[in-house]
């Protein structure tokens, strides 16, 4: 079935790191018209696909700045929309400082089962660096709200090889993550991205051997805690591994609504310009322009790709029911000529190690 996004660009405040699409300080009217301009493209894709969705993930931004009415509205059209069972995986994102009460209420009266928090850190003087606009005792508020409003499946960010960061600090993360009951964990190291504050006026980082300490000990630290790592960033206790992103890791479709949000339908990609008043215009997606000379849209070298940033890695019989064909030797005697600390190669397939991961594209383009 289909995987749904909805973008939603509103912030508070931006993050000093951030280079997702989302404006602050946008009013109660935009997020009506914004609002209205979803309802009438999710009529529109539901007429064109007639398909059901199984997994719907609000992103942003901060979804829940929608407000509970709001929200209430435009998850029961998306839930019309494309026939979405009650046996869905539906998350939204949130802020941990800002007032959810009323709004998890509403998330969870219209089938909201998955709360993703952007806790970052647990550590008060990281989250300021950070432009976090939460405390830790913030979180603690949070996740109570969260259990009152009957949702248990919670996932939280962490921000590795940030400014000041220590192993000591990524263990205190592991651990009071598990005392909060978080289900899932996304552990993601600290990119500069082109074009954010952090770019113009960069904090003091950890350089690559210290990010590549920070990276392990999350993987070491989320282990012991019973976090299995499925992904490259992502961890997860059995069975709450997040439904919908494994559908972009397994090339299997999605649709993507909002300013800047992203498709993958019949092998073609597509996405919205990032831009809110195109979008409230009405603007239809437009195809993505990928080199071909580089990774061809839906080949055997992209689903490569894709499948080697799971710990499942890309097997022999995936490969098989994906092309009906085994899998090239060649890439089978070049990942075998690998270190085996960072690639493990055997019948079932290829596989990357942690080590791996952090050097995943060099390990890319010696395989391919």
Not at 4 to 23: I, M
Not at 30 to 39: E, G, I
Not at 121 to 146: F, I
Request: charged content about 20%; proline content about 6%; some cysteine.
């Amino acid at each position: 079935m289909l995987g749904l996004y909805l973008h939603v660009p509103f912030c508070a405040s931006k993050c000093p790191y951030c280079d997702f699409y989302s404006l602050a300080g946008q009013t109660d009217e935009d997020k009506d018209r914004y609002v209205q301009a979803m309802l009438a493209s999710l009529h529109r894709w539901s007429t064109q696909l007639n398909t059901t969705a199984d997994t719907v993930y609000l992103g942003g931004g901060t979804p829940s700045l929608l407000g509970a009415h709001r929200l209430v509205t435009l998850l029961t059209a998306a839930r019309d929309a494309f026939r979405v069972p009650d046996t869905a995986e539906i998350t939204m994102e949130a802020n941990p400082g800002d007032d959810l009460d009323e709004v998890l209420a509403a998330f969870s009266s219209v089938g909201g089962n998955r709360l993703s928090l952007g806790v970052q850190s647990v550590n008060d003087k990281h989250l300021h660096t950070l432009g976090r606009r939460h405390t830790v005792l913030d979180v603690d508020t949070a996740v109570a709200v969260t259990h009152r409003a009957g949702i248990e499946n919670l996932s939280f960010d962490l921000m590795l090889s940030t400014s000041g960061q220590t192993s000591a600090d990524v263990h205190a993360a592991a651990r009071r993550f598990a005392e909060w009951g978080a289900r899932h964990v996304s552990a993601y190291l600290l990119k500069i991205e082109n074009g954010t504050p952090y770019a113009e006026a960069p904090p003091p980082l950890p350089d690559e051997d210290g990010a590549a300490t920070l990276y392990l000990e999350a993987v070491a630290a989320l282990s012991e805690r019973g976090y299995a790592q499925y992904e490259i960033s992502n961890f997860a206790y059995p069975g709450f591994e997040s439904r919908h992103n494994l559908k972009y890791w397994n090339s299997q479709p999605y649709l993507g609504i909002g300013p800047a949000a992203h498709s993958f339908l019949d092998g073609k990609r597509l996405y919205y310009p990032r831009s809110l008043s195109a979008f409230l215009a009405g603007c239809e997606p437009l195809p993505e322009a990928p080199d071909d000379t580089v990774i061809p849209e839906s080949s055997p070298e992209e689903f490569v790709m894709l499948r080697l940033r799971l710990t499942e890695g890309l097997t022999e019989t995936g490969y098989r029911a994906r092309f009906g064909a085994p899998m090239p030797r060649a890439w089978l005697e070049k990942a075998r000529a690998l270190p085996s600390h960072l690639v493990i190669t055997d019948d079932v397939g290829i596989r990357l190690t942690p080590e791996g991961f952090l050097v995943s594209d060099a390990i890319l383009t010696h395989i391919l």
